[in-house]
């Protein structure tokens, strides 16, 4: 069973640039995407995903401000300026093939 651990989310002051980090228990190239998710009151949405290949799509809201990345260990994500509105639970993704994992999942609350 794949497991995801994720770290970095706590209170951030608006304006913020929080880290978040989410390991694997395999290689991170076993898998097709790595993304995160953000979860407020409604539905999750996703916010960035990388590909095995380094390819990344962000949604649009978070183009320019939102990067994901990686290394031999974790994906992150990393934010500037966060705002008021970005405030909820982000869970990382791991898809491979027709198969999905979730970590824990991680939340950051913006206060002002």
């Known amino acids: 069973q794949v497991q995801l651990v994720e770290s970095g989310g706590g209170l951030v002051q608006a304006g913020g640039s929080p880290t978040l980090s989410c390991a694997p228990s395999?290689?991170?190239?076993?898998?097709?995407?790595m993304g995160w998710y953000r979860q407020a009151p409604g539905a999750r949405e996703l916010v960035a995903r990388i590909s095995v290949g380094g390819s990344t799509y962000y949604a649009d809201s978070a183009k320019g401000r939102f990067t994901i990345s990686r290394d031999n260990i974790a994906v992150y994500l990393h934010v500037v300026g966060l705002k008021s509105g970005e405030t909820g639970v982000y869970y990382c993704?791991?898809?491979?093939?027709?198969?999905?994992?979730w970590g824990q999942g991680a939340q950051d609350t913006v206060f002002s």
């Open positions: 395999e290689s991170i190239f076993d898998f097709n995407y």
């Open positions: 993704n791991a898809d491979r093939l027709a198969r999905n994992w």
